[in-house]
């Protein structure tokens, strides 16, 4: 079963996405991120599995989200997925506002990070990849992670996937 639902915390986004016919939830307005947000409009719905796909990410390829997806269908080992392409070029490697991650060999992220991330120490170091801005999580994993408080690195970074991270949860990036 799939459905879309739009949680916000701010009553015109809730009017205007009611106002095209979506399902939409006003939400507290404390939560320390999308992740918190979405696990409190998560919480009483019958779903396995749950995508937080952020409102600064409105041009997302639909095939992405069903890789995305794929991931935790294809393998119940794994308890949360997010996105990640090549970095562009030195000003999106530089640029704070574009967060990178490096993943082990399994694909799985080490790190996450607004700096550029591995250090370019020797010449030809690659770059790490560029975060895109969806995850996908069990529930059990996604309540797991609301309940949590937000960790020093996720402060730190500004990135709520470190408080996952921080907490021993393996991110699978696609």
């Not at 992405?64 to 999106?92: K, N, W, Y």
């Not at 529930?139 to 709520?160: C, D, R, V, Y």
Request: aromatic share 4%.
């Amino acid at each position: 079963m799939e459905k879309v639902i739009i949680a916000t915390d701010h009553e015109e986004i809730l009017e205007v996405a009611r106002g095209f016919g979506a399902d939409a939830r006003l939400t507290a307005k404390d939560h320390p991120s999308g992740t918190d947000r979405v696990a409190e409009v998560a919480r009483d719905l019958p779903f396995e599995i749950v995508i937080n796909l952020q409102g600064d990410e409105p041009e997302i390829d639909p095939a992405d989200i069903d890789a995305l997806v794929g991931l935790l269908v294809d393998d119940d080992s794994i308890r949360m997925g997010t996105l990640a392409h090549p970095v562009q070029g030195e000003d999106e490697l530089n640029d704070t506002s574009v967060v990178k991650v490096v993943c082990d060999r399994d694909g799985f992220a080490l790190y996450f990070s607004r700096s550029p991330i591995p250090h370019p120490w020797n010449e030809g170091t690659e770059p790490g990849l560029r975060h895109i801005g969806v995850y996908a999580y069990r529930k059990s994993t996604l309540l797991e992670l609301a309940a949590a408080s937000p960790t020093p690195l996720e402060q730190a970074e500004g990135l709520e996937q470190l408080r996952a991270l921080e907490r021993g949860i393996r991110i699978r990036v696609a």
